[in-house]
């Protein structure tokens, strides 16, 4: 299976409803990318009643991941605090263990609550050290559930002392309301504070505990050979639209059948296996009711050399009993949009590439085979086209159990709302209306066709269909 970029398709100028917070997010959370971009993770040092500074680099937090989650524990109780990472990308978990030279001092609490007036856990508990000879001074630190984005930081309560060694006294004002002092505290140690008890007991970390994290490289698996996606809805599709080797245009696949388009290109290898393979068994194929299409990409991929008389010239030697297409831009962003649809997110064709289609109108998605296809597979997918929406999701998932919900329709507005942002007017305006055909009191459908049908100079129509959502939006409000 050869992992390609096929082409490079322009994207229309961005609109004014393109530029709402959903839209942004929602496009990026289907391509893929990170929401901040790629620059490196950033760490800032506090100067103490001033700026920060960029220590970024100097502490090795300048990584290129895309980071999310970061909890703090002294993971070797030396008193520094170590720093565990979360990332959205490979590797999803890092920890960066703290082997600051310096000498400075610490001193570091576990809170016990007594569980009537305070949770075990302590959580909300505020704790202020003083130091000896500073008593105008002091550190406060509060003890939380929860210490970041979807993460949580160990529950000692830890302070650093920089030079200073003796600690005057600490007040623990407990979440239930009881405000409690504990001294003498030595530094450099652990201790535990249980509420009610005025006294601080000293902890010792076992002796045997040695941590020896040893950092292991980043494993990329290489591609499968073969994925097979049923699809357990069956999405509605768009009018493809690709030019045939007669030169004729063609709109629309399954024709009244169930269709097999298959993406290929001259220079991928695996493509011309599996033409081969099509060709020898299209008889069983033709048996099932199954057209193909192969379409062929080389125009429109980064790899073009040939000519269309040298492509057909390469399909003829097959002596395949079907036609080749020919791709353009504006039919590998649909069926971009099409695999967007089914996996939430945008990656790059692999090839080959094929889509099983079926019959309509309009036609509908029903399996994307990334890489070789199984022709037997193919076959047992085409028998499914026509089942039942609970027989298609058991061919859709690897082995068969109990549900929690009712499968639902495919998710026409997002899928319209896609069509829309990529500049396929026609192709939203159909969705949308395929939409409200479904549920006319749908108000989001009323409303992204007719903000679609303004911006696009449809006036009438427009405000039908902004009335109409108005009114219903009144009406609701009216019965609650």
């Known amino acids: 299976m050869s992992r390609v970029s096929i082409f490079e398709a322009e994207r229309p100028e961005e609109n004014d409803y393109l530029n709402d917070e959903f839209t942004i997010v929602n496009s990026l959370i289907r391509s893929g990318n990170s929401w901040s971009g790629n620059e490196r993770n950033c760490c800032f040092l506090n100067l103490g009643g001033g700026p920060f500074a960029d220590v970024s680099t100097t502490s090795g937090f300048d990584f290129i991941d895309d980071a999310r989650g970061v909890a703090t524990v002294d993971w070797d109780f030396d008193g520094d605090l170590d720093v565990w990472v979360s990332n959205r990308t490979g590797p999803m978990i890092r920890f960066l263990r703290n082997n600051a030279s310096a000498k400075n001092h610490f001193v570091s609490f576990r809170l016990v609550g007594d569980a009537v007036h305070t949770n ?3 959580i909300g508990t505020r704790v202020e050290l003083f130091l000896e000879g500073d008593e105008t001074a002091s550190q406060i630190k509060t003890l939380y559930a929860g210490s970041g984005y979807l993460s949580q930081s160990s529950k000692w309560v830890s302070f650093g002392l920089g030079e200073a060694t003796s600690i005057a006294r600490v007040v623990v004002a407990w979440s239930g309301g009881e405000r409690e002092v504990f001294d003498p505290i030595a530094s450099d140690s ?26 292991s490289p980043t494993k990329i698996p290489p591609p499968p050979p073969a994925a097979r996606t049923f699809v357990s809805v069956p999405q509605v599709m768009p009018t493809l639209s690709f030019e045939t080797q007669t030169g004729d245009m063609q709109n629309g696949v399954a024709d009244q059948r169930p269709a097999l388009l298959v993406l290929w290109a001259t220079w991928c290898r695996p493509c011309l296996a599996e033409l ?17 299409v192969p379409i062929c990409v080389d ?3 980064d790899h073009a050399e040939m000519t269309r008389a040298q492509i057909l010239e390469v399909f003829a030697q097959f002596e395949a009993p079907f036609d080749c297409g020919f791709a353009d831009a504006n039919l590998m ?7 967007e649809s089914v996996f939430e997110f945008n990656d790059q064709f692999v090839l080959p590439t094929s889509f099983l289609i079926g019959p309509g109108p309009p036609d509908i998605l029903c399996a994307i085979y990334r890489g070789p296809i199984n022709v037997d597979t193919v076959l047992e997918d085409v028998d499914h086209i026509i089942s039942s929406v609970d027989v298609r999701r058991e061919q859709a998932t690897p082995f068969a159990d109990r549900w929690l919900a009712d499968p639902k329709q495919g998710e026409l507005l997002s899928f319209a709302d896609g069509f829309r942002d990529k500049g396929f007017v026609e192709d939203a305006v159909m969705l949308y209306r395929m939409a409200l055909a479904r549920d006319p009191q749908n108000v989001r459908a009323h409303e992204h066709l007719g ?21 219903l939006k009144d009406r609701q409000g009216r019965k609650d």
């Open 451 to 471: 903000a679609l049908l303004k911006l696009h100079g449809y006036e009438a129509m427009s405000q039908q269909h902004l009335k109409a959502a108005q009114a």
């Open 120 to 122: 075990r856990d302590a």
């Open 190 to 215: 652990f201790h535990q504070l249980t509420q009610g008890s005025g006294q601080a007991e000293k902890w010792n970390p076992p002796k045997a505990y040695r941590p020896n994290l040893v950092p």
């Open 333 to 339: 962003r649909r069926l971009e949009h099409m695999s």
């Open 276 to 292: 081969k393979e099509l060709v020898l068994r299209a008889k069983e194929l033709e048996a099932v009711g199954l057209r193909v």
């Open 299 to 301: 125009e429109v991929s």
